[in-house]
C-alpha cells in the first residue's frame, strides 16, 4: 500500500484556502485520516473517518474523499495552521501516513 | 485528562541497547492499543507498530519486525519500545500515541510528547 500527497509544499496567504490531497494505491473505505505537526510538536489528529473532526478542531478544516482520493481543506488559513499535515490510512495492514505536506506562507 | 508522557532524550553508541517508556493517564490505559511512530531528522512519520497492553498483544509493521520490541506494563499503565543492539540509523524522535477504539487497524488521538534518541560514536 503506498500513499502520496500533493504539493510537497502549499504556499498560501492567511485568509485564504488550501486545498491538500491524499492518494492510496487501493481502496481504504472511510478507514482515513489526517494529522497537523508544528515545528517541535507532536502530531495532532484532525480528521479521523474521512470527514469526521477529532474534538477541539475548528470547523474550518474539513475532510473528504472517497475509494483512493482524499482532501483536506482548510478555509480561511490562520496563522496558527502554517504547519506540515500527514494524511494516514488505516484499513490495510499496516496502517500508513503519507509523506506530508507543507504549508507555508505565500 | 488524557496524557501520555514519555521518557526524556538519549544518547547512545552504536551497539548499545535502550528502552524507552511512554505512560498513559488519564483513561483506562488496558482498554486501547498504544502505537508507536518514528520520525526521522527532517522526515516524516513511520508507522512502526501497536500494542494492546491488556494482554500484551503485539503486531509489528514489517519494516520494524525484528528491529524493536513493544512491550507493556499494565501495573504502572507504561508501555516501552526498546533496541536490543542500536545502529546510528536509528537516531530519530519516537513518539507513542493511543488508538481511540479497541481495533487494532485505527488512527491515533492522543500523542505523547515525543523522545528523541541519537545514536552515535
Known amino acids: 500500500m503506498v500513499v502520496t500527497q500533493s504539493p510537497d509544499t502549499l504556499s498560501v496567504s492567511p485568509g485564504e484556502r488550501a486545498t491538500l490531497s491524499c492518494r492510496t494505491s487501493?481502496?481504504?473505505?472511510?478507514?482515513f485520516a489526517w494529522y497537523q505537526q508544528k515545528p517541535g510538536q507532536a502530531p495532532r489528529l484532525l480528521i479521523y473517518?474521512?470527514?469526521t473532526r477529532a474534538a477541539g478542531i475548528p470547523g474550518r478544516f474539513s475532510g473528504s474523499g472517497s475509494g483512493t482520493e482524499f482532501t483536506l481543506t482548510i478555509s480561511n488559513l490562520q496563522s496558527e495552521d502554517f504547519a506540515v499535515y500527514y494524511c494516514?490510512?488505516?484499513?490495510?495492514?499496516?496502517?500508513?501516513f503519507g509523506p506530508g505536506t507543507k504549508v507555508d506562507v505565500k | 485528562e488524557v496524557q501520555l508522557v514519555q521518557s526524556g532524550a538519549e544518547v547512545k553508541k552504536p551497539g548499545e541497547s535502550l528502552k524507552i517508556s511512554c505512560k498513559g493517564s488519564?483513561?483506562?490505559?488496558?482498554?486501547?492499543?498504544i502505537g508507536w511512530v518514528r520520525q526521522m531528522p527532517g522526515k516524516g512519520l513511520e508507522w512502526m507498530g501497536i500494542?494492546?497492553?491488556?494482554?500484551?498483544?503485539?503486531r509489528y509493521s514489517p519494516s520494524f519486525q525484528g528491529q524493536v520490541t513493544m512491550s507493556a506494563d499494565k501495573s504502572t499503565n507504561t508501555a516501552y519500545l526498546q533496541w536490543s543492539s542500536l545502529k546510528a540509523s536509528d537516531s530519530a524522535i519516537y513518539y507513542c500515541?493511543?488508538?481511540?477504539?479497541?481495533?487494532?487497524?485505527?488512527?491515533?488521538?492522543?500523542w505523547g510528547q515525543g523522545t528523541l534518541v541519537t545514536v552515535s560514536s
Open positions: 500515541a493511543k488508538t481511540p477504539l479497541t481495533t487494532v487497524t485505527t488512527n491515533f488521538d492522543y
Open positions: 488519564g483513561y483506562i490505559f488496558t482498554n486501547y492499543w
Open positions: 500494542i494492546f497492553p491488556d494482554d500484551s498483544d503485539t
Open positions: 487501493q481502496t481504504v473505505g472511510t478507514y
Open positions: 473517518d474521512v470527514s
Open positions: 494516514q490510512q488505516y484499513n490495510k495492514w499496516p496502517p500508513a
